[in-house]
């Protein structure tokens, strides 16, 4: 049996670790963290992360191989493997600010490590890094001169949210980075051995520590640049009267390109996708690359520029003014399926509409508390209504921007009967029914297809 620890108990540690004391029930796991009121709730009926499937896995685990704790020091003493799961924003201040990532919580857990152990351990890096972080650690923690070693991994995290569960029990791949050194592949194959609990052999890729760390980075920014080339594209559809979901549908069915993530939307969010390419393009800077670090930021421009592009479109199709009307954002949530708003685009919207002096009523299955927590003073001059047939009563339009199943499966000609005439949809997800509500008597705008409308000045089918 080893003792495994998690430092963080975020949506990462959260997620991924007790789904792997599922899978080893002969280990011990404990998950730390400085928040207590978290540790808390990981321990209530209300886990502090919405992931479907999760209430279900912690529960089978949770007092009998899976711990949760605020003890750090204590638990850092007994483990034998640590996984270091902490966050890494962007860094707001001093050299980078904007986008180099902020390690200052993974070097205290570093040192936190050091001060507190009496045994040699692996130390896995599960936080998303920059390329060569593991040298700082390592350098940090085997400057101890008591004879200690610490072999440091990388072990980046490729699950998703909404779906975490899901990729972790059946994951495409696991990537784990260590040094050409007998300690460093010992430890690598202890790793290895962890995860063959239920992942098959051939998933599990080992590289070299460089590799491993890069390659979280690299797997995020070409995430993203496919959402962006897309979002890029359904511009240039509403120009043309082009409709960018037959455009996905005709470039995706070519094997080479694939269809996935060719959805256009409102644009990217969550913690990860922007912070990761910022870090890449600052790296490439660091590294006296700028054309590659101009190629990269590109992809995070265009993705502002599509949340800016939406909210100026509602003004615009609006007669120009949202001033005192009530608008509806159906989503806060940055994708379906999580309660995490971090980065995300409902709240770009938001913003930029509240600039403009619009009456906001948001609306979201779960999350609502993180929205009106991210946005912080705004939040003040913003309703939060559980309620999405409350939230549209007397609204002028509503805007589509978490793709959430719930809001396709609602009443619209109720909907519509309770709202200010004309009624505008602006669906920043495309996932309604746009010619059902266009026959209802809403004005449609969809993202990257021309507008179902009935107002003559705008319309394409007026
Ligand atoms: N969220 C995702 O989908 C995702 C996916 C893959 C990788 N990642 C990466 O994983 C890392 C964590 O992401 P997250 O979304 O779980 O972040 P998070 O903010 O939800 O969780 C991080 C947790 O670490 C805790 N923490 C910070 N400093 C600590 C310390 N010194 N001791 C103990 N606990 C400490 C915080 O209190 C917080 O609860 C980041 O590097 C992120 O880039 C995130």
Redesign the pocket.
Known sequence: MSNILC???????GSTMPIIASHCPEHRFVI????EA?IAAWQSDHLPIYEPGLDEIVRQTLGKNLFFSTE?NRNIAEADIIFV????PTKTFGQGAGRAADLQ?WE??AR?ILENSTTSKIVVE???LPVRTAEAMERILNSNGNGLHFDVLSN??F???GTAVRDMQNPDRVLIGGRETESAQKAVATLVELYMNWVPRERIITTNLWSSELSKLVANAFLAQRISSINAISALCEKTEADVSEVANAIGRDERIGRYFLRASVGFG???FQ?DILNLVYLCEYYGLPEVARYWEQVVKMNEFQERRFAANMVTSMFNTVAGKRIALFGAAFKANTNDTRESPALEVCRALLEERADIVMTDPHALDNACYDLGDLGKRVTFEPDPYIAADRAHAIAILTEWSQFSELDYERIYASMVKPAFVFDGRNLLDHKKLYEIGFNVYPIGKAPLTRLVANGSHG
């Open positions: 430092i963080g108990a975020g949506y990462v540690g730390v963290d400085i928040n978290r750090i799961s902490v966050n890494t919580y205290k857990t936190q599960k936080s998303t980046p995290e699950l998703a949210e969550g913690s990860c912070k």
